[in-house]
């Protein structure tokens, strides 16, 4: 205190706040505008001036009869806040509205290097040493090398605007100033926090400066006072000085005894603001903008002048600077003492909220966009940044933003409407041969119909990145589904092609194809000369009904999954049959192009092979669906187990159609059976055993199967067949009609009278489903716990007679280690059980391992 008592006695404000010393040279008078920033050199022969809304610099020699240096420096876009000569008088930097800080040759003029500020400028410092520059925008301040222009450092410093940044005199620390009214002291060499902020100030800070010893700084402020603060405590130092008005720019003298503080007169502010909303009337947006600036100067803690310079710079589209001004005009708002005026902030919606959810809204759409995307007006290959920015950075958004401030409450719903229209290469810019027209004609008709984005895998994957390919592969079909619009070019069909043209393309035997028509909700053909297929001017061909039948009629695919197919592993069966007759350029290729059909997520391992590719899909499938219908087909087996065929082709042939029961004959089959009691209690017990059966699982490529399974007794070679490649052999098992099976693989003969050392098995596998619901909308897992004992003989009987139809069995071979192999499988085996009655021939139930 003592330090403080002996500081306040030798500092002496004169009574009108502003030096007494008569004029040098002068008066300056060649700014077309008004000024704004001025700086004084090392050697005091110089003066640096900042102009107001041209972005002038001048540098006045005081000696000089021309009075002047440099005229009009003219680099920025926006009013320069700020100026300041280097320690030494040879360098000169500038922070400008228009977000740069420029570092000029003080003798020539020239631009050593422009700085981007990452914000309004309002102000930058040289330290002293002169090779760091430090400059204030909004909430942060950032340092600079002044030798190389790289970034050394960047402080989130406050929660408004940083008005006024220096240096201690030794360079080791960095006071700024903020309009949320704190001072704070920082480490510049790493940026942390130096003790506690200064606080005490009840509006705005607007400017610093700092004794010659730096032992202490004052403060000027909008709330009329001037305020001295030890650096070393953070302390007030006595009491405030007084102003009559607000005071903008306060200085110390060299000695440290003679303080300065400039203040306003508010007295032609409603002058100003009355022209300005005159201009604004007329769009004369930038003279508005002019009288704008007045007011701020005039009353720059009121609110009036920052509504209408944000009113104005959006007039004039200059949207980044009119979002800076409305934010300080909302703290303005919530700053007034007046209750009415703090009142009118209801109004408003934050600007960091309308951001948020204008973020959220796009990362909302991006979670179904593609990773890279063709910005149509350009051509440019853009990815996820260059999407976001390319929304956040249009018109359309800035335009959203505003209109989404100025009216509260927030509209959320007019914000996910908006955001949904949300390094490169240029696509008109190529050369146009061979795939690259097509590419170039269609991004031209996806611009042409509207749409600013579009993607096509010709261009939009990066074959080489591994992990993009692995999200493209898995998440085509949602891009397919979220699409506005998807567009197929038939490149081999004819102008004016009539009805059945598109059947025959080559489009529509591909494997990737498939999604391309059930995925997205709008699709339009188009033709060879890119005119619509059929002449179709429809807004979507997917409600033609002559396409729609000629598709279902060459693919197989039912109407009803053509317009509005939803994925998943139900009926797998069908789905496998769709892509049987389908090609891929690339063997994996015809798996992976069904992982949106089956709603799977699964690595990508190109090189892995077909039927690896295909064995993974199918194991998925089965292992969470426990649908067994993907193990009903004819071909060659799978290396990856000899449950599942190598080719997908072997889907092609329709599932096994098998005679079956009406419900009248499956009641009278159960009548008669209620009279054999030893059938009775065995299908009780049966129904029991197979209600608690386990689903299908796999394991390391191994099948877990739950089956019904018969033992084979006896296999005889017959005279049929086709020579060398196919054999009959008529065959016996436990509980089963004898059959005659017809097959390329060689059985091993055996009779009663000389077994072979090794099994043979049909199995039945077991399907939850043929527990038999009475009622089809009813599900397993609906049915009580603990049916009652009539019940449960009825549901016992019922699956008796199902069970005692003709069915697709599969013939198992047992291997060494016990597991077991599927065989045969080049024909469909319809087996049936001998007796119905003879329910215990069906209580061999187990759970196999088949590789």
Request: charged share 20%; hydrophobic share 40%; net charge negative.
């Amino acid at each position: 205190m003592d330090i403080g008592s002996s500081l306040l006695q030798r500092i002496k404000p004169c009574e009108s706040g502003m030096w007494r010393k008569k004029l040098v040279g002068g008066p300056f008078e060649e700014h077309s505008d008004h000024v704004v920033s001025v700086a004084v050199s090392p050697d005091d022969r110089r003066i640096a001036s900042g102009g107001g809304d041209n972005g002038a610099i001048i540098i006045w020699d005081i000696d000089s009869s021309e009075q002047m240096v440099f005229k009009s420096l003219v680099k920025h876009t926006g009013r320069v806040w700020s100026v300041c000569f280097s320690p030494d008088g040879q360098r000169l930097a500038s922070g400008s509205f228009d977000r740069t800080v420029i570092i000029w040759d003080a003798e020539t003029g020239a631009v050593l290097s422009t700085l981007q500020g990452g914000g309004p400028v309002f102000c930058v410092a040289f330290s002293p040493d002169g090779l760091k520059l430090a400059h204030g925008t909004r909430r942060s301040i950032r340092v600079w090398s002044t030798d190389n222009a790289e970034l050394l450092l960047k402080i989130q410093a406050h929660q408004d605007f940083v008005a006024s940044v220096l240096w201690t005199p030794d360079g080791q620390q960095l006071v700024s100033a903020s309009h949320n009214k704190t001072i704070k002291f920082w480490d510049s060499l790493n940026g942390t926090q130096i003790g506690q902020p200064c606080t005490g100030h009840t509006k705005e800070i607007y400017s610093l400066v700092i004794s010659s010893d730096g032992s202490f700084i004052a403060s000027a402020s909008f709330d009329n006072t001037v305020r001295l603060w030890s650096t070393k405590s953070h302390q007030q130092i006595g009491q405030a000085f007084e102003h009559a008005t607000s005071v903008i720019f306060v200085a110390i003298s060299p000695n440290g005894e003679l303080l300065a503080a400039f203040g306003t007169d508010p007295s032609y502010d409603f002058y100003f603001a009355h022209r300005s909303k005159v201009k604004l009337g007329h769009n004369l947006y930038a003279e508005a903008l002019s009288d704008a600036n007045k007011v701020i100067e005039l009353n720059p803690s009121s609110y009036i002048g920052y509504e209408l310079k944000h009113a104005a710079l959006h007039g004039a589209q200059h949207y980044d600077d009119a979002f800076d001004a409305f934010t300080i005009m909302l703290s303005r708002l919530d700053d007034a003492s007046d209750p009415r005026i703090r009142q009118l902030r209801q109004k408003y919606v934050s600007p960091s909220e309308v951001e948020d959810a204008i973020r959220r809204a796009i990362h909302a759409q991006l979670e179904n966009a593609p990773l890279r995307l063709i910005d149509t007006t350009t051509g440019h290959v853009c990815d996820r940044n260059a999407q976001v920015n390319g929304f956040t950075e249009s018109t359309e958004c800035k335009e959203l933003l505003y209109s989404l401030m100025m009216h509260a409450p927030l509209q959320t719903d007019l914000i996910k409407k908006r955001s949904s229209s949300a390094s490169a290469r240029n696509i008109y810019g190529l050369n146009p041969v061979g795939t690259i027209v097509k590419l170039q004609n269609f991004c031209k008709v996806v611009r042409d119909a509207g749409y600013r984005w579009a993607w096509s895998d010709t261009c939009c994957i990066d074959q080489y990145n591994n992990v993009e390919l692995q999200e493209s592969v898995n998440s085509m079909f949602v891009w397919y589904h979220y699409s506005a619009l998807t567009i197929v070019y038939l490149s081999d069909v004819p102008p004016s092609s009539e009805s059945g043209a598109l059947a025959n393309s080559i489009w529509n035997t591909r494997g990737w194809t498939v999604q391309e028509f059930l995925a997205p909700k709008i699709v339009l053909f188009y033709q060879a000369d890119w005119t619509l297929y059929l002449d179709d001017r429809s807004r979507n061909h997917k409600e033609s009904v002559a396409i729609t039948q000629e598709l279902e009629r060459s693919t197989g695919i039912n109407a009803r999954a053509l317009v509005a197919f939803r994925p998943g592993m139900r009926n797998a069966r069908e789905k496998l049959r769709w892509a049987s007759t389908r090609v891929t350029t690339l063997q994996e290729d015809i798996a992976y192009s069904l992982f949106g059909i089956f709603g799977v997520h699964l690595p990508v391992i190109y090189g892995e092979k077909r039927q690896n590719a295909l064995g993974r899909l199918l194991q998925e499938i089965i292992a969470h669906s426990g649908d067994i219908t993907a193990l009903d087909w004819v071909g060659q087996a799978s290396k990856f187990n000899s449950c599942l065929p190598a080719e997908i082709s072997s889907y092609k042939a329709l599932p096994c159609m098998l005679p079956s029961l009406s419900e009248h004959d499956i009641h009278n089959s159960v009548s008669a059976l209620r009279n054999n009691i030893v059938a009775v209690e065995s299908a009780s017990k049966l129904y029991t055993i197979l209600e608690h059966l386990g689903v299908p699982r796999f394991a390391n490529s191994r099948l877990q199967l739950p089956c019904i399974t018969f033992p084979l007794t006896e296999v005889r070679r017959s005279t049929g067949g086709d020579g060398d490649k196919c054999f009959t052999y008529e065959v016996k098992a436990d509980g089963l009609q004898d059959l005659l099976v017809t097959t390329g693989d060689k059985l091993v003969q055996f009779s009663p009278a000389r077994r072979t050392r090794q099994t043979f098995l049909f199995v039945r596998p077991w399907n939850r489903y043929d527990l038999d619901f009475t009622d089809e909308s009813q599900s397993v897992d609906d049915w009580p716990d603990e049916p009652g004992d009539d019940e449960l003989v009825t549901r016992g009987l019922r699956l008796l007679v199902r069970l005692s139809r003709p069915f697709g069995a599969l013939l198992l071979a047992q291997q060494r280690g016990g597991e077991y192999k599927r065989i045969a499988s080049d024909n469909n085996i319809i087996a049936q059980v001998r007796d119905t009655t003879s329910v215990d021939d069906m209580m061999d139930v187990r759970t196999l391992e088949i590789l």
